[in-house]
C-alpha cells in the first residue's frame, strides 16, 4: 500500500515541477496524435509467466561494498526511496510505485549499437552475470529540489563500454528506455517523445562515478527505481539518471535527452549541479531530503567535484549547469 501525503517540497508543484507545466501545454498541442500510438499488443502468456518467476540474479545480492564512496548524511529509508519516484512511464505523479510493476523485467534485452565494431544484443542476465558488481553508496539530487541518499548494487559503466567495444570515433552514448505502451500505457500519451532518451560524452560514461545500477539495498533493483538496468550519475541532476534501459548507441553527435527536447532552456545536455545556476522557474540553492525531510544546502556537482570537475576544463563557454 501506498501512503499518499504531500510533503514540503511538493507544495509550490504547480511552479517547481518542470514536468506539470508542460504536460498540460503538450497536451492541448499533441492531443489528436495520441490516437496514432495506441497500438499495444496484450503480453503473451510465456512472457507473464516468465516475468511472474523469482529474479534469476537474486543469488548476486547483496554485492560487497565498495568503500570508497561515502556519504556526509544518512541513508535515506527504502521505504522513502522506492515510493517517491519519477518514472513518467508510469505517470507524472511521485507515487508510481504500484503502476511500475506492470513492467516485465524478464525477457529483457540490451543492445548495443551504432559506432561499435560489432552491433550486439544481449540478455539481461548474461550482461550481469558477465560484470563484477559491487554496492555503492551515492547522493541522488533531482532538478526539482528534493534528493536522496541510496545503496545502489551495479557495476562501472567504463566496464560496460568496455563491452560494448566501441569504435576510436565513438564520442557520445545515447541510452534509451523501452518503448512498449502494454507495459506502460502512459506512452500512449502524447505529451512526452517516448521512448525517454538520455545521452553523455565518452568521458563521462567512462568516469569511475558513472554507475550502472543493477540493486537497491541489497537486492535487485525495484521497477518503480529503474529494473532491470538503469544508470546513476550522481554529480548530475537526476533526470540524466534514465531507467530501464534496452539500448546504447555509439555515436559522434550529440544526443538530445527528452527533456533538452521538451524545454531546451530549462534542461541541457550537461545538468551538471549547481547550487547557483537556478532553474528559471525555481532555485537550486537548496535541496530536501526525502529520508529526513530536512533541507540543507545544495553543494557543486553535488559533492562529487573532486571525481568530475576536470570533465569540464575549457567547456566554461558551453551552458554546463543546465
Ligand atoms: N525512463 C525514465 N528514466 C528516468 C525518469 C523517467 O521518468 N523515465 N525520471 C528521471 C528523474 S527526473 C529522476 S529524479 C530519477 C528518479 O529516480 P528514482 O525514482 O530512482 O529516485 O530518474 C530519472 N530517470
Ligand atoms: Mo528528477
Known amino acids: 500500500m501506498l501512503i499518499i501525503r504531500r510533503r514540503g517540497w511538493e507544495i509550490p508543484e ?3 515541477t518542470p514536468e506539470h507545466v508542460f504536460f498540460s501545454r ?8 495520441s490516437l496514432a500510438v495506441a497500438s499495444a499488443l496484450p503480453a503473451s502468456a510465456l512472457s507473464q509467466r516468465i516475468a511472474d518467476l523469482p529474479d534469476p540474479t537474486a543469488d548476486l545480492y547483496p554485492a560487497k561494498r565498495n568503500e570508497k564512496y561515502v556519504l556526509d548524511g544518512t541513508l535515506t529509508p527504502e521505504k522513502n526511496s522506492t515510493n517517491y519516484n519519477n518514472f513518467y512511464e508510469y505517470g507524472t505523479d511521485k507515487y508510481v510505485a504500484g503502476r511500475a510493476q506492470a513492467l516485465r523485467t524478464r525477457p529483457w534485452t540490451v543492445k548495443f549499437d551504432g559506432m561499435v565494431e560489432k552491433e550486439k544484443t544481449v540478455a539481461i542476465d548474461d550482461l550481469i552475470r558477465a560484470m563484477p558488481l559491487e554496492e555503492r553508496l551515492y547522493r541522488h539530487r533531482c532538478v526539482e529540489a528534493w534528493s536522496m541518499a541510496v545503496p545502489w548494487s551495479g557495476f562501472a559503466m567504463a566496464k560496460l563500454v568496455e563491452y560494448a567495444k566501441p569504435l576510436a ?3 557520445y552514448v545515447r541510452m ?3 518503448l512498449d505502451p502494454a507495459m506502460a500505457p502512459e506512452q500512449n500519451k502524447p505529451f512526452f517523445p517516448w521512448p525517454y532518451i538520455e545521452g553523455l560524452t565518452m568521458a563521462e560514461a567512462t568516469n569511475e562515478l558513472a554507475f550502472m545500477v543493477t540493486g537497491l539495498y541489497g537486492k535487485p533493483v525495484h521497477k518503480q527505481n529503474g529494473a532491470p538496468l538503469r544508470v546513476v550519475l550522481p554529480w548530475k541532476y537526476g533526470f540524466k539518471s534514465i531507467k ?8 559522434d553527435k550529440r544526443p538530445k ?3 533538452e527536447v521538451l524545454q531546451a532552456r530549462e534542461y541541457g545536455f550537461w545538468a551538471n549541479v549547481n547550487p547557483e545556476v537556478h532553474h528559471p522557474r525555481w532555485s537550486q540553492a537548496s535541496e530536501e531530503d526525502i529520508g529526513t525531510r530536512e533541507r540543507r544546502p545544495t553543494v557543486i556537482f553535488n559533492g562529487y567535484g573532486p571525481y568530475v570537475a576536470d570533465l569540464y576544463k575549457g567547456l566554461e563557454g558551453e551552458k554546463l549547469f543546465v
Open 26 to 33: 503538450r497536451t492541448l498541442i499533441g492531443g489528436a496524435a
Open 176 to 178: 534509451e528506455t523501452f
Open 169 to 171: 570515433g565513438a564520442k
Open 244 to 251: 530501464s534501459i534496452v539500448r546504447f548507441e555509439f555515436t
Open 14 to 16: 504547480s511552479q517547481a
Open 257 to 259: 535527452g527528452t527533456w
